[in-house]
């Protein structure tokens, strides 16, 4: 379809730089096959990154008429990341991740969120000992979606050499199972 992406980045220190232009609006446009090419993002992205020891500040803003834009602020001590972000969309998070040995959570809250809810809480928390994986999700953003975006989402998993099991549930009572070997 002729669509492109061009991406540039510049490090020194504790200074990231970086500039992503995506042209997705090329190629023929089908509307009797319902598919319609050529109607993709055509933007650039400018980025930025500063580490200071504990601290790690982000800002990235793209050209769109919306004129989408991030900033964020993580401090990183130890086994603990807190981080406190913004967009454009007025919408605040505050989140916590935390990762000692086997365990992984983590934690956000979002306060004046764009989907149209006033908060949005998510928690998470995976656990890993050796072939066994186990995971547990919930999303408040997430009502009547299904899948991995359903607003609770268990998961286990087992890897033995070749084979493979897992197993997921969600709260919209769907189940999936499978199995698969490795020859």
């Known amino acids: 379809s002729s669509d492109n992406v061009t991406a540039v980045s510049y490090s020194s220190g504790p200074l990231t730089l970086?500039?992503?232009?995506?042209?997705?609006t090329n190629g023929?446009?089908?509307?009797?096959?319902?598919?319609?090419?050529g109607s993709?993002?055509?933007?650039?992205?400018?980025a930025a990154t500063y580490v200071m020891g504990d601290y790690t500040i982000s800002v990235?803003?793209?050209d769109q008429t919306d004129q989408d834009w991030d900033v964020s602020v993580a401090m990183a001590s130890g086994d603990t990341?807190?981080?406190?972000?913004?967009?454009?969309?007025?919408?605040?998070?505050?989140?916590?991740?935390?990762?000692?040995?086997n365990v992984t959570m983590?934690?956000?809250?979002?306060?004046n969120n764009a989907a149209g809810d006033d908060s949005e809480t998510?928690?998470?928390?995976?656990?890993?000992?050796?072939?066994?994986?186990?995971?547990?999700?919930?999303?408040?953003?997430?009502?009547?979606?299904f899948g991995d975006e359903a607003v609770m989402v268990?998961?286990?998993?087992?890897?033995?050499?070749?084979?493979?099991?897992?197993?997921?549930?969600t709260d919209q009572d769907e189940m999936e199972v499978g199995i698969s070997f490795a020859f």
């Open 18 to 24: 970086s500039m992503t232009s995506i042209d997705e």
């Open 28 to 37: 023929p446009t089908d509307i009797t096959g319902g598919l319609q090419y």
């Open 40 to 46: 993709g993002d055509n933007k650039t992205t400018i």
């Open 60 to 62: 990235s803003g793209d």
């Open 81 to 101: 990341t807190v981080t406190v972000a913004a967009d454009e969309t007025n919408m605040v998070s505050v989140g916590i991740g935390y990762t000692s040995g």
């Open 106 to 111: 983590s934690a956000r809250q979002e306060f």
């Open 122 to 145: 998510e928690v998470s928390l995976s656990y890993t000992e050796g072939a066994l994986t186990f995971g547990a999700s919930y999303d408040s953003g997430q009502e009547n979606h």
């Open 154 to 169: 268990i998961n286990a998993g087992y890897t033995d050499g070749d084979v493979s099991i897992y197993a997921k549930g």
